[in-house]
């Protein structure tokens, strides 16, 4: 009796424990430390350029590489520089690498794991990111952001 009562208590234990594992979120076994940045998915509500900018974050830094403007020329531009949530991470600031900051200031509207959205505050168009790992192509040997065709392409933020 002893034997089956304990017998019973490891198989219920057991159950709740399988039922249990999936964590809420969890897509398809995607967890967000799989993600390495953000890829654009609609800017100002177009999404004619989805795919073509991507953005990281490590600490105070930022990495962007886009593919916007005459595309018949391979490859993405990367622009490094340094950034600033501010405003209990309400506000994002940046600096490109060579001193220039960025067009615009953003109100972060949403960050969670899998969504940011930006407005920028003084042009009011909103731009929506999704959770990505950044595709090797994209990172492999881009071009500097002055070194496209001798003609300087303008960054996206």
């Avoid at 989805?50 to 490590?58: H, I, Q, T």
């Avoid at 071009?143 to 960054?155: D, E, F, I, T």
């Amino acid at each position: 009796m002893k034997w089956n009562l304990a017998l019973l208590s490891v198989m219920l234990l057991s159950l709740v424990n399988v039922s249990c594992s999936k964590k809420s979120g969890d897509e398809g076994g995607v967890t967000p430390s799989m993600y390495d940045g953000w890829m654009l998915t609609s800017w100002n509500g177009d999404e004619s350029i989805a795919g073509r900018v991507y953005l990281s974050f490590s600490d105070d830094r930022f990495t962007l590489y886009q593919q916007i403007g005459d595309l018949s020329t391979s490859g993405f531009t990367k622009y490094t520089g340094t950034c600033t949530f501010a405003g209990n991470g309400k506000l994002l600031t940046g600096v490109y690498s060579d001193g220039t900051p960025w067009r615009t200031e953003y109100v972060v509207e949403t960050h969670t794991d899998t969504e940011l959205r930006l407005l920028s505050v003084q042009e009011n168009i909103e731009s929506v990111f999704r959770a990505v790992q950044i595709p090797g192509h994209v990172k492999i040997e881009p071009l500097a952001g002055s070194s496209r065709s001798g003609v300087s392409a303008v960054p996206f933020l």
